[in-house]
Nanobody, 120 residues
């Protein structure tokens, strides 16, 4: 079992930045690929970014490429999502997730989510 806890969400103006963190416990994070997903009100959950176990391979949704950066520090069992140049359409609940397969269609372990609100 892996427990995930997100933090760092909040309210920010358009053009601003936020850094989300996801702390893992239960098992060493280095065994898992990690992902950030988001779900806006009334919309389906969207895969935002993923990173493989070593951090050597990343994926970004087209809507965030060039603005968001996913990274991980396996020594402290934490994954990050640096979000720059935020837009109102980035407003959503952001979830951290873990799976043994980086391109798994549905990740196995999920955090409770953190709200990100971008005002115009």
């Amino acid at each position: 079992q892996v427990q995930l806890v997100e933090s760092g969400g909040g309210l920010v103006q358009a053009g601003g930045s936020l850094r989300l963190s996801c702390a893992a416990s239960g098992r060493t994070l280095s065994s898992y690929a990690m992902g950030w997903f988001r779900q806006a009100a009334g919309k389906e959950r969207e895969r935002v970014a993923t990173i493989n176990w070593s951090g050597g391979t990343t994926y970004y949704a087209g809507s965030v490429k060039g603005r968001f950066t996913i990274s991980r520090d396996n020594a402290v069992n934490t994954v990050y999502l640096q979000m720059n140049s935020l837009k109102p359409e980035d407003t959503a609940v952001y979830y951290c997730a873990a799976d043994q397969v980086v391109f798994a269609p549905v990740y196995t372990y999920w955090g409770q989510g953190t709200q990100v609100t971008v005002s115009s």
